[in-house]
């Protein structure tokens, strides 16, 4: 069915979106020349990830949408549960990122 393929594609690009997000953040944070290289692309870094996030996801979509075999319901419930595994794993690492952040300075 077309439309669990749709939702399937999208779950995964969105995993994958978000793993790219919080390893640019925390790159970003760690590493000021790879935080002044993306700032360079287009005036601040939250911006080109922004871009980055948009190709990521929308490529990612395109190939799993329209190069991959029909999606089963198990495999679509696997996917939207992986992406509310990496949502939440995505949001405690960036949030205990910060935290140790501003008590290690």
Sequence with gaps: MDKLRSIYASACSATVTIIAVVAMTIGAELSPA???????????????????????????F???RFAGKSASES???????????????GFLA????????????
Excluded: D, M, P
């Design 75 to 89: 495999q679509t419930k696997r996917a939207l549960i992986t992406l509310e595994i990496a949502t939440a794993l």
């Design 62 to 64: 395109c190939v799993i």
């Design 34 to 60: 790879f935080k002044n290289w993306l700032a360079g692309f287009t005036g601040h870094h939250w911006v080109t990830k922004s871009w980055i996030s948009i190709l990521v996801f929308a490529l990612l």
């Design 94 to 105: 960036i949030l205990g990122f910060y935290v140790y952040e501003f008590f290690a300075h």
